[in-house]
C-alpha cells in the first residue's frame, strides 16, 4: 500500500496554524525623532502607537542604546479598575522569552505612596523604593487615567548596570526583550511569598535606605516585613475586574553595541 503524501502536508499545516494562533504577540520599536517626556501623556507616541486588540492595549516602544521608553494604553474598564487596587507589573526578560526576570510595579496600588515603587526579582524578592529615588540612574514612570476609563502609562528604564542601581535590563544579542503586564488580583503577591518561603527561600520585602539601593532580595533593609494590609488581601469582589496577564516579544530599534 502506498503512502498518501497529502496526509502529512496536511498535518503539518494544521501544526503550523495551531502555533501561529499561539504566538507570542510582537511588539517592534521605533526610532523617535525627538526626545520623550515621562510624563504620563501618551500624544507624542500617538503615530507609533500599536493596538493589541486580543489584550485590549495599545502599545509603543522606543530605545537609544542607553534607555528604553515604553508607552502603554489600556483601555478596557476591566482592567483599568483593578489597577488603582492592586497596581501593575511591567515583567521583563533579557532573553525574549516569558521569564521573570525583573518585574516593576508602578503603581503599586492603594497600599503604597503615589511615587512608590515595587522591584521584583524572578526568586520572589521585593524591593521598595520610589521614583524619585530611582531617578538618579536615568529611571522614570508615570501614569494618567482618563474619563473614558483608559490607563496611560509611560516607563523609561536602563539598558547598562550602573553601580547600585537594581532596576535596569541588558539585551541579549537579537535584541529580543520578553515584556509581560500583570495586574495582580488581590492577595496574590502575598501568596506567592507565602509559597517562595515553604520552599527555603524569603519572603521579606526590603526597603531601599538613603544614600544607595539593596539588591532584589535585599541585603539589609528591614527583614520579614510585609506591606500593611497584606493579612486582609483578598478578592476584590468587583464582577466586571478582569486581572490582565499578558506576555508580548518586543524588538529594540537600536543595534546595541559594536562588537
Not at 521573570?100 to 503599586?108: E, S
Amino acid at each position: 500500500m502506498r503512502n498518501n503524501p497529502v496526509f502529512p502536508a496536511f498535518l503539518l499545516s494544521l501544526a503550523y496554524l495551531l502555533l501561529s494562533g499561539c504566538a507570542t504577540p510582537r511588539l517592534v520599536g521605533n526610532q523617535l525623532d525627538h526626545p520623550v517626556t515621562i510624563d504620563g501623556d501618551l500624544g507624542e507616541w500617538q503615530s507609533t502607537l500599536q493596538e493589541f486588540p486580543d489584550q485590549k492595549v495599545w502599545m509603543a516602544a522606543s530605545d537609544d542604546g542607553e534607555f528604553l521608553y515604553l508607552a502603554i494604553r489600556i483601555w478596557d474598564r476591566g482592567y483599568v479598575k483593578p489597577i488603582s487596587k492592586n497596581g501593575l507589573v511591567v515583567w521583563l526578560d533579557p532573553t525574549g522569552q516569558k521569564h521573570k526576570d525583573l518585574g516593576v510595579k508602578f503603581p503599586i496600588g492603594r497600599r503604597g505612596a503615589p511615587d512608590s515603587v515595587d522591584l521584583l526579582d524572578a526568586a520572589g524578592h521585593v524591593t521598595r523604593t520610589t521614583t524619585e529615588a530611582l531617578s538618579v540612574y536615568g529611571f522614570a514612570a508615570q501614569y494618567s487615567s482618563t474619563q473614558d476609563d483608559t490607563f496611560d502609562y509611560e516607563l523609561k528604564i536602563p539598558l547598562k548596570p550602573q553601580d547600585g542601581n537594581p532596576c535596569y535590563i541588558v539585551p541579549g544579542p537579537q535584541r529580543l526583550l520578553g515584556l509581560g503586564l500583570e495586574v495582580p488580583e488581590a492577595g496574590q503577591e502575598l501568596s506567592d511569598r507565602r509559597e517562595k518561603r515553604a520552599g527555603g527561600r524569603s519572603d521579606d520585602v526590603s526597603e531601599a535606605g538613603e544614600g544607595g539601593m539593596r539588591r532584589h532580595g535585599g541585603m539589609g533593609g528591614r527583614g520579614g516585613g510585609r506591606e500593611k494590609g497584606d493579612e486582609g488581601a483578598g478578592p476584590s469582589g468587583d464582577e466586571d475586574a478582569h486581572y490582565l496577564k499578558a506576555w508580548f516579544q518586543l524588538r529594540l530599534s537600536s543595534p546595541g553595541p559594536s562588537s
